[in-house]
């Protein structure tokens, strides 16, 4: 019996050795300690003519492919494995290989850098650079009449299979423009309003094109761009085809006029501003700050930016009660839970300042409270040169005139037109 009890405790004891074995197999990273980190060679070796064939799209179209069966027959053979993922942000691709198990997730990717490209891994264990390439060769600045054509024809082809993303048409008419070819740019976004009759950006952009266009500079600015019809906009509007139609600038704000809404009379101010349209630029912002503010469906950035370049532009103006009624806005939006982004005290209470005292400098008081409030938040402001304007209110210097310095680069002001590749 006392051999049998000895036996006993000699196997559980052999079993907890075995399964404290495994645990270590499996939790730890014991092959790292024998041989060092894994180098993912055979990832990067599948990996590296996807990166060679992306690098070579870019030297021929001067555009980073939109999808990996881009590269599908002419620098690869066939589409990569469903397990690369790739992806392209105004900051360049991003091209990486997932391999996870139950616990942990690791990405083999390429980082782009234009300076020192290299394969990374990241992920829940490591995040290290596995190899570093030299830069591709660099490409002339001008780009060749054959790589414009190609180029061309890259963007073509992105409409022709996506005609409805606005992006496609918007890259090729910022190219176009880019060239300055005014007149190729203007009929693409011809193109772009026959295929998306009711959207506002290629009415825009016609516009703005006019604006650029030699003969429009010399009659068509002062004229053409003038203040909203003062007849009462319907409730539809109907695009004209731009077939066999000379779609002039004026159309843009009679449009925006028939379809109102508070994004659309921001794009018309961008428009007058950029027109030097001051008076006319002003008269979009009151249509503004007439609606109650709200992003369009077609419309991804960030609304209370928005408000923040009209209400700028209104305070350098001197429009005291336009600048308070665009922050009041701002401010109620951001009590049903925005941005976190509270400009609007800074800039409401340099318009109450410059109203002046008022009924028993009742606007000093505001003014100053509304600073107060906003010295009393741990947010960062998009409104600049603070200390001198707390300061011109405290003295009740309403002669003050208050600048918020320039827009912030994140999120980046609204253009018309996309920045070329």
């Not at 690098?55 to 599908?72: H, I, N």
């Not at 300076?115 to 390439?133: A, Q």
């Not at 408000?307 to 922050?327: G, M, N, Q, S, T």
């Not at 603070?386 to 994140?410: C, E, F, I, M, W």
């Amino acid at each position: 019996m006392f051999k049998i009890w000895t036996y006993f405790r000699y196997a559980v004891l052999l079993m907890a050795f075995i399964m404290l074995g495994f645990y270590l197999l499996v939790a730890t990273p014991w092959q790292e300690w024998i041989f060092g980190p894994p180098t993912y060679a055979e990832v990067i070796a599948e990996g590296q003519p996807i990166v060679s064939a992306i690098y070579k799209f870019k030297a021929d179209t001067g555009l980073w492919p939109q999808y990996l069966e881009d590269l599908v027959p002419h620098y690869l053979p066939k589409t990569p494995d469903y397990a690369w993922y790739y992806t392209v942000t105004v900051d360049g691709p991003s091209l990486a290989k997932t391999r996870s198990t139950e616990k942990t997730r690791t990405h083999v990717g390429f980082d782009f850098n234009p300076t020192t490209p290299s394969w990374r891994v990241f992920g829940d264990l490591e995040n290290r650079t596995l190899k570093t390439l030299p830069p591709p060769p660099t490409t002339a600045s001008a780009p060749s009449e054959s790589r414009t054509n190609a180029t061309l024809a890259e963007f073509d082809r992105r409409i022709k299979r996506e005609p409805h993303v606005i992006d496609h048409s918007r890259n090729k008419v910022s190219f176009l423009r880019n060239l300055h070819r005014l007149a190729d740019a203007r009929a693409a976004a011809g193109d772009c309003l026959d295929n998306n009759p009711t959207d506002y950006w290629p009415r825009l952009a016609i516009a703005a094109l006019d604006l650029e266009s030699p003969a429009t500079q010399s009659s068509t600015q002062s004229s053409v761009l003038s203040t909203l019809p003062s007849t009462e906009p319907s409730a539809t509007s109907t695009a004209p085809s731009t077939q066999n139609a000379d779609f002039m600038t004026q159309d843009f704000p009679t449009w925006v006029a028939a379809n109102p809404t508070y994004t659309h009379y921001f794009y018309l101010f961008i428009l007058q501003r950029d027109a030097h349209n001051d008076a006319a630029a002003l008269d979009a912002i009151s249509h503004m700050a007439a609606l109650t503010p709200a992003l369009d469906p077609d419309d991804d950035r960030i609304l209370v930016f928005y408000i923040f370049d009209a209400a700028r532009f209104a305070l350098a103006h001197e429009k005291w009660d336009l600048v308070i009624a665009l922050c009041d806005q701002w401010q109620k939006i951001e009590g049903e839970g925005h941005t976190g982004e509270l400009s609007y005290y800074a800039l409401r209470a340099a318009a109450l300042l410059a109203k002046g005292g008022g009924s028993g400098g009742v606007s000093y008081d505001n003014a100053l409270l509304d600073l107060n409030k906003l010295a009393a938040t741990l947010y960062h402001t998009w409104a600049q040169n603070l200390p001198a304007l707390r300061a011109a209110v405290k003295a009740k210097d309403s002669s003050y005139r208050y600048d918020p310095g320039q827009p912030p680069l994140t999120p980046a002001p609204y253009e018309i037109f996309a920045t070329p590749q």
